[in-house]
Structures are given as structure tokens and as C-alpha cells.
């Protein structure tokens, strides 16, 4: 899906004492994942993120999607076509007074006929279980609509990968729940692309695969139980393990069989509950 | 420190838009408290922190700040000095060429001399784990959106204000940096007496580091108490839009599949302890 060969960028190489912001990185997107990239603040993630669909082009290397070199200028609209972005303000991103709206702009942008537009917004609405929303004003949605309305206006352009930079942060807990919810939906049900970052170790559990960046590198890469399992690599870049992973490491240590494979809360209570009833 | 008093605030009065955000609304914060604000979006929470240094007004009902009404216009200057306000999105607040002229910005406008300012601009930016002799002379335009947010924060930071009151000051932080700061808030708060009011959506801060929680649900105050009274009693939590903080989700998970375990932990270390108490075996 996406192929990232010797990438390397720098921003504005014109100013003195800029490094680099990316640094040799080498790796595969494939079609239908989820891939969570995690990292420190200013270890390239965003830069990273923008690197996928063209919004910033490679110093060195090359950043190829479906086939497509992301400095081909002829190509540099099918590329956003087909990886759409979602950023961390909500607020951001919307544009229209009325929500179905909101997501009509990108498909009326594309010139397309008004019932294909309907289809489109429709079926964008569903999968972002906002249907009931579809005539509200984005302001008055709490912050897990706001996001998902983001991610439906993305969806009506049919992309068939999502990049979403920290899309949570700034949501309360139900609306980060509302929105892995409907990213996990899409991924398994509409085998869409999902490149998640995320500070949050826990949304880190539903990625297929993981990515660590450190200072504009790719330092570690493996499932999430891979990563999990490298702790002392995982806290030299000041990561740390989701909270039930840890207790449950703790335990471990502690003598308690507690399995290795345990990464939910849920998982661990399962687990703890056996171990006390004598399973 | 703070008194509020039957708080009701209305957003657009009289027109169709109208909407009443807070309603009648009682607390007391003391001086030296750190208090955890939470609530779904929407609750009011940020309405309400904005009534602290009086950038909203009471529709009715009233503020008092160190005994200062906040609608009185004589006390606005004495008011804003003494409560600092970091909202949502600081970094969209950036202005200045570079990173220490932003974060002087505020004790140059209190006139304080120029090594007074040099040391709180350290001070502050290195309080949200930037390193001063790097950043100073960039461009604040120039980092990354985590890092542009911690340099807004230290820019109310500087101003060593009283009363800070922290609107998810976090959010977007790393991990790391997210603890960095928040030890620092609470080593400031236990040094220096400063009130904190920390407006949060992740439990776990609010469990580690609140003396007091205030739990807002549309725009009513829904509960009140210490970290552990509030997670103690998890019934309605989830349905108020909160989780609980981690170590105790676990043991509230062990209590309902029968295990005779206390569920007001909140830290693993306290979880742990208590996990061991019902499992067999062991080191």
C-alpha cells in the first residue's frame, strides 16, 4: 500500500542548525492494517504522518502509495485521494454550518453528481454511526462526534487508508472510545488502511503492528506484544508500558503466573480471576 | 481562596441559541489545594475555569478570588495577576520570533528586572521539560506541535501566578513529558502554596495527583470528594463519560467476579499490594 525506501527530510534546509526530521527510514504499509506509531514529542510522527499523502515531499529517499512517487506532482492528487488525514483539533477540520454538509464538501469538490454525493455522504454517515447527527450544527457535537464527523468527511472521498495524528488527545474518555471504536470498525469491516499515532499506550493494543520513532528514526517495529516485550528498549525512549501490561509483568516477577499474552485490563481480570480460583 | 456561589451561567441569553451551561454551582477551593476539575465534554468544566479570572461573569450567583467579586472592574488587573489561565490549544497563542522572548513576554509586562526574567523563563521552560540553552533562540514556529504546547504553557508558567488553572495542559504531551510536568505542577504547588486547578480528562492524573476531585455533569456540580471517594465508588462513572484510572478498574473488575478486594487503588504499586492479598501463592 505504502512503501517508504531511505526517507529522509529536512524542514526549511535554508535555516541554520535545523537537523533532520526524519532519518533513513525504511518500511511497508500493507493494504487492510493497522499500524500505531508511537514516539516522544518531536520524534517525527507528524512529519511522518504528512509524508504519507504527499502534504510534505522527501529531502532524500522516496515515499511511494499505490505505486505513486509522492513527488510526482501529476500524481499528487490521487495520493490525497486515496490516504486521507486526520489531525488532532476538531475544530480544525470542519467547515459547514450543518454536519452532512461538512461531509459533502470534499465529494462536491470533485464535481461529482448530487446522487453520487448522497451516496457518498450517507454511507460515510453510517460508518461513522452519526446518522442521527446528519442536520446538526458541528459546533454543538461533543468532541468524539466533532472527530468522527472529521473522519466521515475523509471517508466520503472513499481513501482506502486513514492517517489519523493523535486524534484523541483532546477528546474525553467516552469520545476516545467512540472513535477507536469506529477506526477498529473500518479497519476490520470496510479493510481500510489505519495509520494511528497516539500517545496513548492503550490505543496502541488494537494496532496490528507498531512503529517506534526516536529522534526521526525507526527504532523498533513488531506487534504489540513484540514492542511490550522489549520494556528496556521501549523506556530508553522515555515509552512507557500500558498500565496492564506492567501490573501484569510486576506479578509475573512476583512469582504469579500470570501469561504473557495479557495486554487489556479486561485480560488481566480475566487472568487474576483464574489464578485465585485455583485454575 | 475561591469561594463560588450559586453559579449559573447562561451563554447567549434571550436569543435562540440560549443555553444554560453552568447552573447553580457551590464550591470552595482553599489556598495550597490542588483540585481535579472532570467531566465529559460539554460538562461545563471549561466554562467554569474561565470564570476564575473572571473572562466569563456570572449570569447569577457570584466569584470570589482571594475575597475580590470577579465582576468588580476596579479588581480586573489584581485578578488577572492572580490567577493564570493555560487554555485548550495554547501553541494557536504564539506569537514572538523566538522561544524566549514568548515566554518572557509575561514577567517583562510585570516589570521584573532582567536576571529575575531570565531565571523564570529557565525555570519555566525547563518545568515542561524543554532544555533552555536549546530552545531559547528558535523560532517557537519551529517545533513540533507537543513541543510548540509545552512553550505556551511555560509562558503562563513564568508568570508564577497563585492561582493556576490548567485546561488539559497535557493533552498531546508524551507520556514522559506528561509526568514531567505534572510533578513539577505538584512539587510548585507543595513548595510554594500556588493553588492548582487542573482541568483533566485522564482519571489517572486526577487519582495521583488531586487532593480533591470536582466531577461536573451538564453543567451541574454531580460529585465531589478525594481520589479515592470518587474511584471508591465507581456505580455511574462510565456513564458520566469517565473511566476509572487503571489500578483501580482492575480491582473494581476483581470485586465483580467475587473477590473480597478494596477498589479505591490508585496506583499500581497500591493495586498490586492488594492483588497479592487474594492470589495464591507467590514469592
Redesign the interface.
Known amino acids: 500500500m505504502i512503501e517508504i525506501r531511505g526517507l529522509h527530510f529536512v524542514?526549511?534546509q535554508s535555516?541554520a542548525g535545523?537537523g533532520a526530521a526524519l532519518k533513513d527510514i525504511h518500511g511497508d504499509i500493507r493494504r487492510g492494517e493497522f499500524l500505531a506509531v508511537i514516539?516522544?514529542?518531536?520524534s517525527g510522527k507528524?512529519t511522518l504522518a504528512r509524508q504519507l499523502n504527499g502534504l510534505l515531499l522527501p529531502t532524500a529517499g522516496t515515499v511511494k502509495v499505490a505505486g505513486m512517487y509522492t513527488n510526482d506532482p501529476a500524481r499528487c492528487w490521487e495520493i490525497r485521494r486515496r490516504v486521507g488525514m486526520v489531525f488532532?483539533?476538531p475544530d480544525n477540520q470542519l467547515v459547514a454550518a450543518v454536519a452532512e454538509e461538512d461531509v459533502a464538501f470534499g465529494p462536491e469538490n470533485l464535481g461529482l453528481p448530487p446522487p453520487e454525493i448522497r451516496r457518498r455522504v450517507d454511507g460515510a454517515l453510517r460508518l461513522t454511526g452519526l446518522g442521527a447527527q446528519r442536520l446538526q450544527a458541528p459546533h454543538l457535537l461533543?468532541?468524539?462526534q466533532k472527530q468522527r464527523l472529521a473522519i466521515a468527511g475523509v471517508l466520503a472521498m472513499r481513501p482506502c487508508c486513514l492517517v489519523l495524528d493523535?486524534p484523541t488527545?483532546?477528546?474525553?474518555?467516552?469520545?476516545r472510545r467512540e472513535v477507536l471504536q469506529t477506526l477498529r470498525g473500518l479497519n476490520r469491516e470496510e479493510g481500510i488502511t489505519v495509520v494511528l499515532i497516539t500517545?496513548f499506550?492503550e490505543e496502541v493494543l488494537f494496532a496490528h503492528r507498531v512503529w517506534v520513532l526516536s529522534d526521526g528514526r525507526l527504532v523498533m517495529e513488531g506487534t504489540p506484544q513484540d514492542v511490550f516485550d522489549r520494556r528496556e528498549k521501549l523506556q530508553a525512549v522515555?515509552?512507557?508500558l500500558p498500565?496492564?501490561v506492567?501490573?501484569a509483568r510486576?506479578?509475573r516477577n512476583?512469582?504469579?503466573?500470570v501469561p504473557a499474552n495479557v495486554l487489556t485490563?479486561?485480560e488481566?481480570?480475566e487472568a487474576?480471576?483464574g489464578?485465585?480460583a485455583?485454575r | 481562596m475561591i469561594t463560588v456561589n450559586n453559579l449559573t451561567h447562561i451563554y447567549a441569553p434571550g436569543t435562540p441559541l440560549e443555553t444554560i451551561s453552568l447552573r447553580n454551582i457551590n464550591l470552595q477551593i482553599s489556598r495550597g489545594e490542588f483540585v481535579a476539575l472532570a467531566g465529559p465534554t460539554g460538562s461545563g468544566k471549561s466554562t467554569l475555569a474561565q470564570h476564575f479570572n473572571g473572562l466569563l461573569l456570572p449570569s447569577a450567583g457570584c466569584v470570589l478570588v482571594n475575597g475580590m467579586d470577579t465582576r468588580d472592574k476596579k479588581k480586573r488587573r489584581e485578578l488577572w495577576r492572580t490567577v493564570g489561565l493555560v487554555f485548550q490549544y495554547p501553541e494557536q497563542q504564539l506569537f514572538e520570533e523566538n522561544v524566549f522572548a514568548e515566554v518572557a513576554f509575561g514577567p517583562r509586562n510585570m516589570g521584573l528586572d532582567r536576571r529575575e526574567v531570565e531565571r523564570r523563563v529557565r525555570r519555566a521552560l525547563e518545568m515542561t521539560g524543554l532544555e533552555y540553552d536549546t530552545v531559547k533562540s528558535m523560532s517557537p514556529f519551529m517545533l513540533s506541535g507537543g513541543q510548540q504546547r509545552r512553550v505556551a504553557l511555560a509562558g503562563i508558567l513564568a508568570v508564577e501566578p497563585p492561582v493556576l488553572v490548567l485546561d488539559e495542559p497535557a493533552a498531546g504531551l508524551d507520556p514522559a513529558g506528561r509526568r514531567h510536568l505534572l510533578e513539577q505542577i505538584k512539587a510548585w504547588q507543595l513548595s510554594r502554596g500556588t493553588t492548582v486547578i487542573l482541568i483533566t480528562h485522564n482519571m489517572e492524573d486526577a487519582a495521583r495527583y488531586a487532593d480533591r476531585m470536582v466531577v461536573l455533569l451538564k453543567g451541574e456540580k454531580w460529585r465531589e470528594g478525594t481520589p479515592r471517594q470518587i474511584f471508591g465508588q465507581p456505580e455511574g462513572l462510565h456513564e458520566a463519560g469517565l473511566d476509572l484510572p487503571l489500578p483501580a478498574g482492575v480491582m473494581f473488575g476483581l470485586k465483580e467476579k467475587g473477590l473480597a478486594v478494596r477498589c479505591d487503588t490508585l496506583t499500581l504499586d497500591e493495586a498490586e499490594q492488594e492483588i497479592k492479598t487474594v492470589l495464591p501463592g507467590g514469592k
Open positions: 524542514y526549511n535555516a535545523s514516539g516522544p514529542n518531536g507528524s488532532q483539533n461533543s468532541g468524539g493523535e488527545a483532546m477528546l474525553d474518555p467516552a469520545g500517545h499506550m522515555n515509552l512507557a498500565g496492564a506492567e501490573l510486576r506479578l512476583a512469582g504469579y503466573p485490563a479486561d488481566l481480570v487474576l480471576a489464578l485465585a485455583g
